[in-house]
């Protein structure tokens, strides 16, 4: 699979980077933006049909637009990638949690309720805000609005997240998490208890038939698979261990859901106070976001190759549940 890149050196104010590449036998009628995706790999779908919009792609030395338009074996396409624009984001004196910092990347521990990057309906006041404030200069092919962003975390999440300060450094740990070789490990506490130890879902996930802002186990999905182990139960609640094998967007929420586990105050998936008894009320009303919590990662360093793992605790109320649970605090 031919797959060389060059550099636009005819007008160097631009900084222009061209992709070119001949189509694999696998791609064969494949759409052209799929086909980005899979021969490109620090490019996803949804940039490879922005650029196709943009007009910045050729096949054969014919301009193609249409991300549906198809590809044959041997095609050789030519993708234009115009230069990063400046992030739109002000920085913004935010507290933050750096467990680890160097001059490629950095490792956050994220509260829960901080959203990750300015939305539509959210401009300021998010973890991008703050770590621009921090570190002044991040990664850009993330896009103007999430500078440095190589994962995300839901606003309700705690726990830890990557962050890349090079434009190198991104592309990396992307590869990595598009290898599934991140390793991710997960603590939430759910209503019920399962009738087995640990388990598997493998259910693939797609956009909610009625609701676009919720995810939903679809047949015509993404694939999805997350292993979970039970680690403590008591009454009607447990705790549990989660290993994510893909990314999905709201992936362990919606397959806890999906097997009839909603995590606590996780009401968009499920979760209602009324289904707990009156000691967990006082546990979880002041809590700011669902009792889901990414406790540890695992990946290789970008540039020196080293294996990094890191864990955090989840903040102090999740941490009360959980001494509940085990028995450790009274009712």
Not at 211 to 240: F, H
């Amino acid at each position: 699979m031919p797959d060389t890149e060059k550099k636009c050196d005819e007008f160097p104010p631009l900084s222009e980077e061209f992709r070119t590449f001949a189509v694999s036998d696998s791609c064969q009628g494949q759409r052209i933006d799929q086909a980005i995706s899979a021969q490109v790999p620090d490019l996803s779908r949804q940039r490879a049909q922005a650029l196709l919009r943009d007009a910045g792609v050729t096949v054969n030395g014919t301009l193609v637009l249409k991300p549906s338009s198809s590809v044959q074996p041997g095609d050789v396409v030519v993708v234009r990638i115009p230069p990063p624009e400046p992030t739109e984001v002000e920085p913004e004196n935010i507290p933050l949690t750096i467990l680890y910092e160097d001059d490629f990347l950095a490792v956050i521990d994220k509260p829960p309720g901080l959203v990750v990057h300015p939305t539509g309906s959210v401009r300021s006041g998010t973890l991008v805000n703050a770590l621009l404030h921090h570190f002044g200069s991040l990664s850009v092919i993330g896009g103007v609005t999430r500078p440095g962003i190589v994962h995300r975390l839901d606003r309700e999440t705690s726990g830890l997240l990557i962050v890349a300060k090079q434009d190198s450094a991104h592309r990396a740990l992307q590869d990595q998490f598009k290898a599934r070789t991140v390793q991710k490990t997960y603590w939430a506490l759910i209503h019920g208890v399962p009738k087995v130890n640990s388990g598997t879902v493998d259910a693939a996930i797609g956009r909610h038939p009625r609701n676009p802002k919720r995810y939903a186990v679809r047949p015509e999905g993404k694939p999805a698979v997350t292993d979970w182990v039970l680690l403590k139960s008591r009454a009607d609640v447990s705790w549990l261990e989660v290993h994510p094998h893909t990314g999905r967007t709201h992936q362990i929420r919606v397959h806890l859901r999906h097997i009839g586990f909603p995590i606590l105050k996780d009401r968009m998936y499920g979760f209602r106070n009324s289904q707990l008894k009156g000691q967990w009320i006082h546990l979880l009303h002041e809590y700011p976001g669902i009792l889901l919590h990414a406790r540890s990662v695992g990946f290789t360093h970008p540039v020196s190759n080293d294996m990094m793992t890191f864990q955090a605790d989840p903040p102090q109320g999740f941490l009360r549940a959980i001494d509940w649970i085990r028995g450790l605090e009274t009712e």
